[in-house]
């Protein structure tokens, strides 16, 4: 069982900068790719990006060039740096995590609120 602490919420004008953190712990044998999700209110969750162990990063058309996803190995902790705000960005941020290519877990989400 893996567990998922997000992190770095919050609210800030636009065209400001925000850090999410995803914290994994648990019984971990190996994370084959960490990623993130929003929500926003009245909206399905969707896809904002994802970063696989060979490196390559996929990011959603929306966030390309804004955002950029990063991962800790040692510390089992993942970040979503996201710049250059929009209030359209405003949603609640999920983790994501695969591990042992089977088994996916969520984090309980972190609320991010862009003022325009």
């Known amino acids: 069982q893996v567990h998922l602490v997000e992190s770095g919420g919050g609210l800030v004008q636009a065209g400001g900068s925000l850090r999410l953190s995803c914290a994994a712990s648990?019984?971990?044998?190996?994370?084959?790719?960490m990623g993130w999700y929003r929500q926003a209110p009245g909206k399905p969750r969707e896809f904002v990006a994802v970063?696989?162990?060979?490196?390559?990063?996929v990011y959603a058309d929306s966030v390309k060039g804004r955002f950029s996803i990063t991962r800790d190995n040692a510390k089992d902790t993942g970040y979503l740096e996201m710049n250059n705000l929009k209030p359209e960005d405003t949603a609640v941020y999920y983790c994501?995590?695969?591990?042992?290519?089977?088994?996916?877990?969520w984090g309980q989400g972190t609320q991010v609120t862009v003022s325009s």
């Open positions: 648990g019984s971990i044998r190996s994370i084959d790719a």
């Open positions: 970063l696989y162990n060979s490196g390559s990063a």
């Open positions: 994501r995590v695969v591990e042992s290519s089977i088994y996916v877990y």
